[in-house]
């Protein structure tokens, strides 16, 4: 079969591997119909070192059950099903506790042994915890929107949630990407009053304007901070998601959440450090987040997707066939497209 496969830094290739096939009695095989490219991913796009292999890339998809291990029963052959990008077992003291993303015998998609979806086919490990049936074809017209709970409209969510987003509050988010655009979402569906967006290139503003954002802020640094402040007399934002995940978008963070305030975290983090640690302290300021446990969020944003009051499946500006994948993390890392639909 087919899959996306990275080498370093710019080298992405499409090559064929060894079809992808059940390895334990709790694993799945599905056909990917859908994929994507996350921002996520970028990160080793323009960093990775060489290291003598490759590593299969894409943590996000919809597919079709083809087989299943003897102690699968959640799922079976023929259902269409999101994958979240962690698998979990569904029954360990975390899973239960709705932190699959800790999951005792769980991990992540992408990289090692259990590959990556931006392929034809993969192994689903712990297929009864992970995966997800849809009560749809595989063919739908929704599933841009189905697509993204498998990461980003659930990280968006994850995002409001530990930031505490509330009815009649206020909610700034810190990136324009297909996270944060989705933070926007989820903003607006917690019924924040004010939701200010940090972005600043004129595609990701208009949809998040249409998505709910009530004001823009396309400075930086400390020209943003005083510009939210402004924005809200001077008291900050009840709510900060925090999507982006550089020590910048972290101080800007810290610079527009109120006393007594939350900032969600969902970007990656790549500092040492949590920027401006002591005023945070002095302000009773919450920082919380993390990977996101969309596994269990899937559940409450479905019903919405199915029905229409929230179309995430808009941040897909593009779509690509395995053969162009190196092309689209070239537009993404270009900035020309906000995320790439992958259809195998």
Known sequence: MRATIMYKA?????????????????????????????????????????????????????????????????????DVVVMPFAFSDGACEFCNEGLQTSCLHGGFFGGGEVGGAQAEALCIPQADGTLYALPVNEDDALMPSLLTLSDVMGTGHHAAVTARVSKGKRAAIVGDGAVGLCGVIAAKR??????????????????????????????????????????????????VLECVGTDQSMATSMGIVRAGGAVGRVGVPHYEAIPEAKPMFYDNIMVSGG???????????????????????????????????????RAMDARESIKVMVKP
């Open 291 to 329: 990977p996101a446990p969309v596994r269990a969020y899937i559940e409450e944003l479905l019903p919405d997707v199915l029905e229409g009051r929230i179309e995430p499946g808009r941040v897909f500006d593009r779509t690509v066939g395995l053969d162009d994948v190196p092309d689209g993390y």
């Open 190 to 239: 917690l019924g924040a009053e004010q939701i200010i967006l940090l972005g600043r290139h004129p595609d990701r503003i208009a949809l998040a304007k249409q998505f709910g954002a009530t004001d823009i802020v396309s400075e930086r640094g400390d020209e943003a901070i005083a510009r939210v402040q402004e924005l809200t007399r001077g008291l900050g934002v009840h709510s």
């Open 10 to 78: 710019g080298d992405v290739r499409i090559e064929n591997v060894p079809d992808a096939s059940i390895r334990n009695p709790t694993d799945a095989l599905i056909r990917i119909t859908r994929a994507c490219i996350c921002g996520s991913d970028l990160w080793p796009y323009r960093l990775k070192k060489p290291d003598g292999k490759g590593q299969g890339m894409g943590h996000e998809a919809i597919g079709v059950v083809e087989a299943i291990g003897k102690d699968v029963h959640a799922v079976k052959p023929g």
